[in-house]
Protein backbone atom coordinates (compact mmCIF):
# COMPACT_ATOMS: atom_id res chain seq x y z
CA UNK A 1 0.00 0.00 0.00
CA UNK A 2 1.29 3.84 0.53
CA UNK A 3 3.61 4.25 3.16
CA UNK A 4 4.29 8.40 4.57
CA UNK A 5 7.46 8.77 6.32
CA UNK A 6 7.36 11.97 8.33
CA UNK A 7 10.98 13.75 9.97
CA UNK A 8 11.60 17.37 11.00
CA UNK A 9 9.84 16.92 14.64
CA UNK A 10 11.70 18.34 18.06
CA UNK A 11 12.04 20.40 20.81
CA UNK A 12 12.21 24.08 20.07
CA UNK A 13 12.11 27.52 21.95
CA UNK A 14 9.42 29.92 21.51
CA UNK A 15 9.88 31.39 18.76
CA UNK A 16 12.22 29.34 16.87
CA UNK A 17 11.60 27.30 13.37
CA UNK A 18 11.19 23.79 12.80
CA UNK A 19 10.35 22.40 9.20
CA UNK A 20 8.57 18.84 8.47
CA UNK A 21 8.85 16.56 5.80
CA UNK A 22 6.62 13.87 4.84
CA UNK A 23 7.43 11.07 2.10
CA UNK A 24 4.84 9.05 -0.02
CA UNK A 25 6.19 5.62 -1.02
CA UNK A 26 4.13 2.66 -2.62
CA UNK A 27 1.10 2.35 -4.33
CA UNK A 28 0.75 5.71 -5.50
CA UNK A 29 -0.41 6.97 -9.13
CA UNK A 30 -1.48 10.70 -8.30
CA UNK A 31 -1.64 12.65 -5.16
CA UNK A 32 -4.54 15.25 -4.54
CA UNK A 33 -4.46 17.05 -1.25
CA UNK A 34 -1.70 16.60 1.05
CA UNK A 35 -2.10 17.79 4.49
CA UNK A 36 -0.97 17.96 8.15
CA UNK A 37 -3.18 17.63 11.26
CA UNK A 38 -1.72 17.57 14.49
CA UNK A 39 -3.08 16.70 18.51
CA UNK A 40 -2.67 17.45 21.55
CA UNK A 41 -2.98 15.49 24.43
CA UNK A 42 -6.69 15.32 25.41
CA UNK A 43 -7.71 16.96 22.29
CA UNK A 44 -8.82 16.04 19.31
CA UNK A 45 -6.76 15.73 16.05
CA UNK A 46 -6.98 18.73 14.28
CA UNK A 47 -6.28 20.40 10.69
CA UNK A 48 -3.50 22.62 10.55
CA UNK A 49 -2.71 23.37 6.56
CA UNK A 50 -3.37 21.28 3.80
CA UNK A 51 -2.53 21.76 0.40
CA UNK A 52 -4.19 20.81 -3.17
CA UNK A 53 -2.82 18.98 -6.10
CA UNK A 54 -3.25 23.12 -8.00
CA UNK A 55 -1.59 24.53 -5.35
CA UNK A 56 -4.52 26.01 -2.91
CA UNK A 57 -3.72 25.95 0.42
CA UNK A 58 -5.58 26.14 3.64
CA UNK A 59 -4.50 27.07 6.93
CA UNK A 60 -5.58 27.21 10.65
CA UNK A 61 -6.63 30.34 11.61
CA UNK A 62 -4.39 30.02 14.53
CA UNK A 63 -1.42 28.44 12.34
CA UNK A 64 -1.94 31.61 9.44
CA UNK A 65 0.99 33.61 8.65
CA UNK A 66 3.53 31.32 10.67
CA UNK A 67 3.50 28.06 8.83
CA UNK A 68 3.72 27.60 5.14
CA UNK A 69 3.08 24.24 3.33
CA UNK A 70 4.52 23.18 0.13
CA UNK A 71 4.84 20.03 -1.88
CA UNK A 72 7.17 18.34 -4.55
CA UNK A 73 5.14 16.59 -6.76
CA UNK A 74 8.51 14.66 -8.33
CA UNK A 75 9.31 13.68 -5.02
CA UNK A 76 5.83 12.94 -3.57
CA UNK A 77 6.76 15.35 -0.44
CA UNK A 78 4.85 17.74 1.24
CA UNK A 79 6.10 20.20 3.69
CA UNK A 80 5.59 22.24 6.54
CA UNK A 81 7.73 24.95 7.71
CA UNK A 82 7.00 26.13 10.97
CA UNK A 83 8.35 29.66 12.38
CA UNK A 84 7.38 31.84 15.23
CA UNK A 85 6.39 28.94 17.51
CA UNK A 86 4.21 29.12 20.13
CA UNK A 87 3.66 26.50 23.28
CA UNK A 88 0.20 25.81 21.98
CA UNK A 89 1.64 24.62 19.20
CA UNK A 90 2.66 21.47 21.27
CA UNK A 91 1.57 18.35 19.88
CA UNK A 92 2.17 15.24 17.78
CA UNK A 93 2.31 15.88 13.83
CA UNK A 94 1.13 13.80 11.02
CA UNK A 95 0.95 13.92 7.79
CA UNK A 96 -2.08 12.99 5.71
CA UNK A 97 -2.49 11.94 2.01
CA UNK A 98 -5.18 11.58 -0.48
CA UNK A 99 -4.64 10.21 -3.70
CA UNK A 100 -5.43 7.70 -6.41
CA UNK A 101 -3.41 3.95 -7.00
CA UNK A 102 -3.36 1.95 -9.49
CA UNK A 103 -6.62 0.32 -8.51
CA UNK A 104 -8.10 2.10 -5.88
CA UNK A 105 -8.44 5.59 -4.24
CA UNK A 106 -5.90 5.72 -1.12
CA UNK A 107 -5.76 7.47 1.41
CA UNK A 108 -2.72 7.20 4.20
CA UNK A 109 -1.24 8.69 7.24
CA UNK A 110 1.94 8.86 8.66
CA UNK A 111 3.66 7.81 12.30
CA UNK A 112 3.42 11.45 13.53
CA UNK A 113 6.58 13.61 14.63
CA UNK A 114 6.60 15.21 18.06
CA UNK A 115 6.81 19.28 17.85
CA UNK A 116 7.45 20.28 21.09
CA UNK A 117 7.61 24.21 21.98
CA UNK A 118 8.74 24.87 25.28
CA UNK A 119 10.13 28.14 27.36
Known amino acids: QVQLVESGGGLVQPGGSLRLSCAAS????????MGWYRQAPGKERELVADITSHDSTNYRDSVKGRFTISRDNAKNTVYLQMDNLRPEDTAVYYC?????????????WGQGTQVTVSA
Open 26 to 33: GNIFSINT
Open 96 to 108: NVNGRGRSAYVIA
